[in-house]
């Protein structure tokens, strides 16, 4: 499991995609979400916007991210 940090109370998860560089475009961060390859806290999440805070788990194609 790979640690990003945030400096904020939240990020939406879009733009956390691009933070810890799984997707390079939001684009990329948009089609790994409608194609439901994106798990928050062991959830599926299709929703861009979604608000992510710090202990939160993000999970795509077997990779796992917590938020610090």
């Known amino acids: 499991m790979k640690n990003i ?5 939240y990020i939406k998860l879009d733009a956390f995609l691009k933070w810890a560089e799984v997707a390079s475009l939001g684009s ?3 089609f790994l979400i ?8 062991n959830e599926l ?5 979604r608000k992510l805070y710090k ?8 990779k796992e991210y ?3």
Do not use: F, L, M
Request: aromatic content about 6%; glycine content about 4%; overall charge negative.
């Open 5 to 9: 940090e945030i400096k904020t109370e």
């Open 28 to 30: 990329e961060a948009k």
């Open 34 to 41: 409608q194609d439901e390859q994106v798990y928050v806290n």
């Open 45 to 49: 999440e299709t929703r861009r916007g």
């Open 55 to 62: 202990d939160y788990v993000v999970k795509v194609n077997d």
């Open 66 to 68: 917590k938020i610090v």
